[in-house]
């Protein structure tokens, strides 16, 4: 089994893969910072809570499109494909928190290699399931009763990981990215966007949001002794 499930990671963990081995190291100079907007603003939507409302609350908000007064979209991962070589990977692991019957951070990346940590903060059991993009079938799935409980699995490579409970709570979602090298964030709640240490080149900029898919863009990084720094957005419609 753990044969298995380690070639399915490996096939379902491909968009955030390079094409040869990151090489750590060699740090660039340049900033690159930017902002992801949303041209039409949907309407907030809420789910009903129908089991452990005592604990959960009335009702959830929707958190699938998170926008700022002026469309600056949160929750969107940002990475740039084609660095060789860069600054250091660390594996800094991750925990997805389950507090008030919802998942924290909602998006996040994470290093392959790392360890993800799903913990119980609720007073009430909770059920985790581990989707991996392009696989049907769960590649984990934990019950955790009791608050303080945690269950990690080994983030061996890159790709795309879906966290979510069962079906009476839709709204407890979470997404994990995982990347081979260290040139990946996500937007603030403004949109807002950093990644240092770019070394010169002509690379391509991803931004991915779990309800309005994947744009790309060319990005080109110069060392600019006046300020080391370059600015790239994006937008959503």
């Known amino acids: 089994m753990t044969v298995l499930l380690s070639a399915l990671l490996l096939v379902a963990f491909e968009p955030g893969s390079q094409p040869v081995p990151y090489q750590g190291g060699k740090p660039g100079a340049v900033e690159l910072i930017g902002r992801v907007v949303l041209g ?3 309407a907030p939507k809420k789910f009903s809570v129908k089991k452990n409302a005592d604990k959960c609350g009335r009702e959830k908000s929707d958190l699938s499109v998170v926008y700022s007064g002026d469309g600056g979209l949160a929750n969107v991962v940002i990475w740039v494909e084609g660095i060789k070589a860069g600054k250091d990977l660390t ?7 389950n507090i008030t019957c919802t998942y924290e951070p909602r998006v996040a990346t994470a290093a392959a290699g790392s360890t993800l940590e799903i913990k119980n903060f609720d007073g009430i059991q909770m059920i985790a399931f ?5 696989v049907k079938t769960p590649w984990f799935q934990t019950t955790l009763p ?3 409980l945690g269950y990690k699995r080994k983030l061996d490579a890159p790709g795309l990981l879906n966290v979510h409970s069962d079906p009476d709570q839709p709204w407890a979602t979470a997404w994990v990215y ?3 090298h260290p040139y990946a964030t996500v937007t603030d709640e403004s949109g807002y966007f950093t990644l240092d240490k770019l070394p010169d080149g002509e690379y391509t900029l991803h931004a991915w949001h779990e309800t309005f898919g994947e744009k790309q863009q060319p990005l080109s990084i110069k060392a600019d002794p006046t300020g080391n720094r370059a600015r790239a957005d994006l937008r959503f419609e």
């Open 146 to 148: 009791v608050k303080g």
């Open 178 to 180: 995982v990347f081979s």
């Open 91 to 97: 594996k800094d692991g991750l925990t997805l928190r």
């Open 40 to 42: 039409k603003l949907p």
């Open 130 to 134: 581990g989707l991996l993009q392009g």
